[in-house]
Antibody
Framework: EVQLLESGGGLVQPGGSLRLSCAASGFTFSSYAMSWVRQAPGKGLEWVSTISGSGGTTYYADSVKGRFTISRDTSKNTLYLQMNSLRAEDTALYYC?????????????WGQGTLVTVSS | DIQMTQSPSTLSASVGDRVTITCRASQSISSWLAWYQQKPGKAPKLLIYKTSSLESGVPSRFSGSGSGTEFTLTISSLQPDDFATYYCQQYNSYSQTFGQGTKVEIK
């Protein structure tokens, strides 16, 4: 059974940093692209970033480019999102999501999300 | 970036109704479109990928069609479990985009 468990969310001041983690199980982690998708309170879904199965290719939304870094550790079956220079508009529930294949594609499994609140 | 526009934003329907949601892309995305269902307080669920491929375990009353810039999600006979918000997503470009969502409400 595929499981994705996010952690690392919390309250952070504007300009601060946070690192999100997503522990994956139930599938061959290195064979699938992984993504982060966020949802601000009461709002729609916003794609944030995707990393290929090999980890060699990464993609970012313009809204986070240069501030966020996606990475993966195959030895730990864990996906990460390093978030720097956080802004109030980054406040959202952050979902970890598994792609259907190793490169950019639809996502077929989602975690339950970890909440990030950026506020002074 | 490719913009995705869904219509309508809200849809009121009754159990048994045929429901259609439209998603338009600002430029061609070939067939690289997915549909998701999200219920309050829950993570989204993949329904359809590559425009018309039904995800495993999804009821056959859901179907997708289209190509290029115009796509539709159809629910052939709305069931009580289908009242939710639906999102389209393009994954044609390196920068993926979701539509703003369509909330399907009970009439």
């Amino acid at each position: 059974e595929v499981q994705l468990l996010e952690s690392g969310g919390g309250l952070v001041q504007p300009g601060g940093s946070l690192r999100l983690s997503c522990a994956a199980s139930g599938f061959t982690f290195s064979s699938y692209a992984m993504s982060w998708v966020r949802q601000a309170p009461g709002k729609g879904l916003e794609w944030v970033s995707t990393i290929s199965g090999s980890g060699g290719t990464t993609y970012y939304a313009d809204s986070v480019k240069g501030r966020f870094t996606i990475s993966r550790d195959t030895s730990k079956n864990t996906l990460y999102l390093q978030m720097n220079s956080l802004r109030a508009e980054d406040t959202a529930l952050y979902y970890c999501a598994k792609g259907r294949i190793a490169v950019v594609h639809a996502v077929d499994y989602w975690g339950q999300g970890t909440l990030v609140t950026v506020s002074s | 970036d490719i913009q995705m526009t869904q219509s309508p934003s809200t849809l009121s329907a009754s159990v048994g109704d045929r429901v259609t949601i439209t998603c338009r892309a600002s430029q061609s995305i070939s067939s690289w479109l997915a549909w998701y269902q999200q219920k309050p307080g829950k993570a989204p669920k993949l329904l359809i990928y590559k425009t018309s491929s039904l995800e495993s375990g999804v009821p056959s009353r859901f179907s997708g069609s289209g190509s290029g810039t115009e796509f539709t999600l159809t629910i052939s006979s709305l069931q009580p479990d289908d009242f939710a918000t639906y999102y389209c997503q393009q994954y044609n470009s390196y920068s993926q985009t979701f539509g703003q969502g369509t909330k399907v409400e009970i009439k």
